[in-house]
């Protein structure tokens, strides 16, 4: 099984900067696309965005275009997603999670297979 | 306001069948977009469960299974267990917003 480990929970002042870290555990992690979801407590799940590693293709929701950066060191097997000006309502659990499909072009269709254990985002203003 | 549209709340007594309805359109489910369901428990991350319209994972039961009508897709559930009871989460794509989208999530209480 595919792991995802997420970097640890936060506590910012709205206005400062936070880039948050996945970790995938597994050789071929560059040919996955990796998603940000967002949950707010008690609340449902939002997309966010998606990365592909290999070549940082990304896709953004319109709701987060603008507000949060993606990124990936396929180096490291890692994946990034970053706040420059963080606001309260920034606060809530983000998840990254993997589709199920290896592929360069990006499979709509493809789950979430694997999840990240989330980390926990607090902004306090 | 979440673009596919789940129940709330449900709940069943142990043994017996629950459905999730969840309700898109036609910019997504009623476009032929795959919809998949997946399981939270308090506290914890999202679990595939059904992936397509009605394939489980390796270790989900049968017990769990989708049927698709239209632009809604119905999460079904029979035996009732009390390890059930957590939230429920569909998930599709939508061409419109060219994007992923949730529903806003269903809570299974098993009585």
């Known amino acids: 099984e595919v792991q995802l480990v997420q970097s640890g929970a936060e506590v910012k002042k709205a206005g400062e900067s936070l880039r948050i870290s996945c970790r995938l555990s597994e050789y071929t992690f560059p040919n996955y696309w990796i998603g940000w979801v967002r949950q707010v407590s008690g609340k449902g799940l939002e997309w966010i965005g998606i990365?592909?590693?290999?070549?940082?293709?990304?896709r953004y929701s319109p709701s987060f275009q603008g507000q949060v950066t993606m990124s990936a060191d396929k180096s490291i097997s890692v994946v990034y997603l970053q706040w420059s000006s963080l606001k309260a309502s920034d606060s809530g659990m983000y998840y990254c999670a993997r589709l199920s499909v290896a592929s360069h072009i990006v499979v709509v269709t493809a789950p979430f297979q694997d999840w990240g254990q989330g980390t926990v985002v607090t902004v306090s203003s | 306001q979440s673009v596919l549209t789940q129940p709330p709340a449900v709940s069943g007594a142990p043994g017996r069948r629950v459905t999730i309805s969840c309700t898109g359109s036609?910019?997504?489910?009623?476009?032929?977009?795959?919809v998949h369901w997946y399981k939270q428990l308090p506290g914890a991350a999202p679990k595939l469960l059904i992936s397509g319209d009605s394939s489980r994972p390796s270790g989900v039961p049968g017990r769990f299974s989708a049927s698709k009508s239209g632009t809604s897709v119905s999460l079904v559930i029979t035996g009732l267990r009390p390890e059930d009871e957590a939230d429920y989460y569909c998930h599709s794509y939508d061409i419109g917003l060219s994007g992923w989208v949730f529903g806003g999530g269903t809570k299974l209480t098993v009585l």
């Open positions: 036609s910019s997504n489910i009623g476009s032929g977009y795959d």
């Open positions: 990365i592909y590693p290999d070549d940082s293709q990304t």
